[in-house]
């Protein structure tokens, strides 16, 4: 009996995944979990549905060598193990990048796959695992089905000029334009903002993903109208590891002046930057908040800054602003963070609650604030659960 979809969503560092009920994946998944700190310091977690810690088995201490392709081996099989063998409808995929042509979630097959391949230089840390979890998972069964769901598709309501580089003609018809990511979250935050401020949530509103990888999304009407990632996700905000948005003059200095490779530049940029760089001492939020190393706080008033700016970039594509929607870990869990961001709009009306805010209340917003601001957990797995289950129903119809 095939009555499980389970959703994998492999970067490069982590494996989250979630086991849904066929029947009803709008309820508890039944398995949840991931695999953090790949290559570096790798770490099993994972909780039934009624979020009770589970043994990971062989998972609970895994070789510091282990690949992404042995580990989602290694997860398939303890997920098979508790919820039995062939018990999968199907699994659905966060894959980050899905280019001019997939704007909706689709059902993979050589060729979608052939074509996301493409795409890999534009999400290098993101897509060419996205892609290996899939094939690993087709080389042990050929049959499952397999659905992926793309970062970029919440952001094709855009208006033609918001995905537009000021680049001659050829360039954007070769497809360099900005595709925005973290829809897949912006898809779920949208959906249940109606829950949090019901009519209000057809307003104006900037929405920060604020993660290890982080972005902001204005949207009206819960549609998306302009997003500060661009044609990859290295534009943008400051984050964990990734410099964000960046005079380009900075690049051709390192190649030309510096004499530094494509390479070199590539892996410091994606990995060398942020958090990490600025500090020197870690990309993690949590870890430089406890930090009495004058370099950590310096990197946090930074990334406040550049969120802030970001948002007020952001306001003029809306015609003004509603709330503002704090969420992933960054945005969910640190009440210093929002603070020094909304501080930057008290111009603008804003003004928060101390003690909800350090509370991470639904919303953290003052009775008298002319904005409101919202702190909502995102839930990624259950937007990509609700698609696999979609497409498995038009397949049998």
Request: charge should be negative; glycine fraction near 10%.
């Amino acid at each position: 009996m095939t009555d499980t979809i389970l959703t994998l969503n492999a970067g490069s560092s982590s494996i989250k995944f979630a086991a849904y009920a066929a029947k009803d994946v709008e309820g508890t998944p039944s398995l949840a979990g991931k695999i953090t700190g790949i290559l570096r310091s790798p770490e099993f977690k994972a909780v039934d549905g009624q979020g009770a810690r589970l043994p990971g088995n062989g998972l609970d201490n895994i070789d510091l060598r282990a690949t992404h392709d042995e580990l989602i081996v290694r997860l398939l099989e303890w997920i098979n193990g508790k919820l039995g063998s062939g018990n999968l409808a199907a699994v659905g995929h966060r894959v980050v990048h899905g280019g001019q042509h997939f704007l909706k979630p689709v059902l993979l097959d050589d060729t979608v796959i052939q074509e996301l391949a493409k795409l890999n230089s534009l999400a290098p840390l993101h897509q060419p695992h996205n892609l290996a979890a899939i094939e690993v998972i087709r080389n042990q069964d050929q049959d499952l089905p397999q659905i992926a769901c793309f970062d970029t598709g919440f952001h094709s309501t855009q208006h033609p000029l918001a995905k537009q580089f000021a680049l001659p003609r050829s360039l954007k018809e070769d497809g360099i334009i900005r595709y925005g990511f973290h829809g897949i979250s912006y898809d779920y935050l949208s959906s249940v903002l109606p829950e949090h401020i019901d009519e209000e949530a057809e307003g104006r509103f900037v929405i920060g993903h604020l993660g290890n990888g982080a972005s902001l999304c204005a949207i009206k009407n819960r549609q998306s109208v302009a997003t500060t990632m661009g044609f990859t996700a290295l534009d943008g905000l400051m984050m964990g590891r990734r410099c964000g948005a960046l005079d380009v003059g900075v690049v051709l200095h390192l190649l030309n002046d510096r004499n530094m490779t494509p390479k070199e530049v590539e892996d410091l940029l994606y990995n060398k930057s942020g958090l990490l760089g600025v500090s020197g001492l870690s990309n993690n939020m949590q870890d430089l908040e406890k930090s009495t190393d004058p370099a950590a706080k310096e990197a946090i008033d930074l990334y406040c800054y550049r969120t802030a700016s970001e948002i007020g970039k952001l306001i003029p594509t809306l015609g003004g602003l509603d709330g503002i929607v704090f969420s992933a870990g960054i945005g969910e869990n640190s009440p210093l963070v929002r603070q020094k961001v909304c501080n930057y709009f008290q111009w603008l009306g804003i003004e928060i609650d101390e003690a909800l805010n350090k509370k991470n209340a639904p919303k953290i917003s003052a009775k008298e604030s002319r904005i409101k601001v919202l702190v909502v957990p995102t839930d990624e797995e259950v937007v990509i659960a609700r698609a696999t289950r979609k497409i498995l129903k038009d397949m049998v119809l």
